[in-house]
């Protein structure tokens, strides 16, 4: 598995932007999809954002859409996800996620990825 090494997770005032990174310098190519999800106090995990490293062609769930912007940087093997607006409800750990993939279909379900990395802590407070 490819070691995935989130950072940039933080404390912020409701408004406020972080821009958490995904490093994963040990991909073997570019034919991967790097996933962002959140997990809240609740157990639920769930998909925020996905790119494709290959072709960079973002997703986005509806709660983040507009507020949330992923983009890669391929060949330094690294993916970014900008958060502004945030709100108290974005308040949770954030992991990345990889998974191989020969087409431009990422997928924002927990089993869309098979390497998770530890997660990065975002508190927005009100």
């Known amino acids: 598995q490819v070691p995935l090494t989130e950072s940039g997770g933080a404390s912020v005032q409701a408004g406020g932007s972080l821009r958490p990174t995904c490093e994963a310098p040990?991909?073997?190519?570019?034919?991967?999809?790097i996933g962002w999800f959140r997990q809240p106090i609740r157990p639920e995990r769930v998909g925020v954002a996905a790119v494709p490293m290959a072709t960079g062609l973002p997703e986005y769930s509806d709660s983040v859409k507009g507020r949330f912007t992923i983009w890669r940087h391929a060949a330094e093997k690294t993916v970014y996800i900008e958060m502004r607006g945030l709100m108290p409800e974005d308040s949770a750990t954030y992991y990345c996620?990889?998974?191989?993939?020969?087409?431009?279909?990422?997928?924002?379900?927990?089993?869309?990825?098979?390497?998770w990395g530890q997660g990065t802590h975002v508190t927005v407070s009100s």
């Open positions: 040990g991909l073997p190519h570019n034919w991967y999809c």
């Open positions: 996620a990889s998974a191989e993939r020969f087409n431009a279909n990422c997928g924002r379900r927990i089993d869309d990825y098979d390497n």
